[in-house]
């Protein structure tokens, strides 16, 4: 349930949404004692109560949702208020914004974790000392018109990685009969190299294999992940071509 701010009882920050990131950023408010108040749809409380309560509202809700929210919710007794956003992707008037390049699971991080997290601004925006002076995050600050491409790239990244990560564990195990050890093991060198090599890269597309390459498409040929290699092939292919002609 949520508190019910008691009258006078002001907070610097309001917490909006009760998902993942919402879990986090409480927990992290939590460690370094910033004090916040916390409301999501579904609360026995309202809105107003709490935002009259505090300095700053953080709206941690789906991008689709954030500007109809503050739309619906913003008062001219609020025109004092700030209303901050953690979108990767979009840039609004109505709201300031700060993303933590992060990948937040369902579990809490360590403790040590929370303050190393960067978090990405809008140049020409508020600063994100000015927007959380209590964290000590490192911070940098993009154009607003890149925020799409830069959060595409996130999402490649992260978002596509892990797909094709969790289908490569359930092969390796209903197909071949391989114990989690083995897949994780190759997931941790291939992150190791990543971070630690200048060219991480190895198979055949680096050796230009093309009969290799040519087995594994013919191997693929009823596997909806077919695509998903030739496209990465195609990108891998004019990426390569691009560098040689530079």
Partial sequence: ??????????RPYLIVGNGR???HFRRYFSLLGVEHWHWWRGSD??????????EKIILLISDRAIESFVQKHKRPSMENKSWIHCSGSLSTPLAESAHPLMAFPESLFEDDVYSGI??????????FSKLFPELP????AIPSRVKPL??????????FTTILWQRFFDILRRKFDLPPDVSHA??????????????????????NDT???GKHLDTLKDDPYRPVYEAFLKAYQSQTNSQLEA
């Fill in 150 to 159: 830069y959060h595409a790239w996130c999402v490649m990244s992260g978002n």
């Fill in 137 to 140: 995050n490192p911070y940098f």
């Fill in 118 to 127: 960067p978090f990405i601004t809008e140049e020409g925006r508020a600063e």
């Fill in 1 to 10: 349930m949520g508190q019910v701010p008691k009258r006078n009882e002001n």
């Fill in 21 to 23: 990131l919402a879990t």
């Fill in 186 to 207: 190759y997931l941790n060198q291939i992150c190791h190299n990543l971070q630690n090599s200048l060219e991480p890269l190895t198979g055949p597309l680096v050796r």
């Fill in 45 to 54: 409380s309202q809105f107003n109560d709490h935002a009259n309560c505090s």
């Fill in 211 to 213: 009969k290799t390459i």
